[in-house]
């Protein structure tokens, strides 16, 4: 099985993220965390993962007699690189699409079922909206939003610390030569009002 079919499975893409931020989680935390999805299941794509590359064991200890594993991402672990996502067919965008809203939907349910959860004090939001980039615009939005994300991708646990799911989706929505009136672009919608409330306008769309 390829990068592309091994990743464009929510379950499997639930794991990874699970396993993001250098965390290290048995099989059986895997499956606490994904309650809706059964053990066998879980256990089937963990070693999936293992067997291709992905996730390596960080440690081993006896529990009532069976020996439980510690997984973590492997450095080394196959990517999606640019060859290969330059020769994915529509079809594997939708399949990989469908999967990535499979998995945040199933991930946003979880943390909205841990008891205390609180959308408006976590920061959580869903905005969409809509900007007029040229190309040259384009490459310059891609490239400020790396240079704020690279570093914080260092991260890892620490006091205080807790692991954010941030999914940045951009695609074209009309043709270049779209008419238009000239009128700025819509305010963002979709985020709940408290959560809006507390978010300044000028922010990008999450």
């Not at 931020?21 to 059964?38: D, I, K, Q």
């Not at 672990?77 to 809203?101: K, Q, S």
Request: aromatic content about 4%; charged content about 25%.
């Amino acid at each position: 099985m390829d990068t592309v079919d091994l990743l464009l499975h929510p379950v499997r893409l639930r794991v990874v993220h699970a396993l993001s931020g250098g965390r290290e989680l048995t099989t059986g935390e895997l499956c606490a965390r994904m309650p809706e999805v059964s053990k066998v299941t879980v256990y089937r794509h963990v070693a999936l993962l293992a067997e291709s590359g992905f996730l390596e064991v960080a440690g081993e200890q006896r529990v009532r007699g069976a020996v439980e594993r510690r997984y973590r991402l492997r450095r080394d672990r196959p990517a999606i690189d640019g060859e290969a996502a330059a020769a994915m067919t529509p079809d594997d965008h939708r399949r990989g699409f469908a999967a990535a809203m499979v998995t945040l939907i199933a991930e946003f349910n979880a943390y909205l079922d841990h008891d205390g959860a609180d959308p408006v004090a976590d920061s959580v939001g869903y905005r969409q909206g809509t900007l007029w980039l040229d190309p040259d615009e384009l490459a310059a939005l891609l490239g400020d939003l790396l240079s704020v994300l690279h570093p914080r991708l260092a991260n890892g646990p620490a006091p205080g610390r807790r692991p954010y799911l941030i999914s940045p989706i951009l695609f074209p929505t009309g043709a270049a030569d779209e008419p238009t009136t000239g009128e700025p672009a819509d305010e963002p919608t979709g985020e709940p009002a408290a959560a809006a409330a507390n978010t300044p306008a000028s922010d990008a769309p999450r």
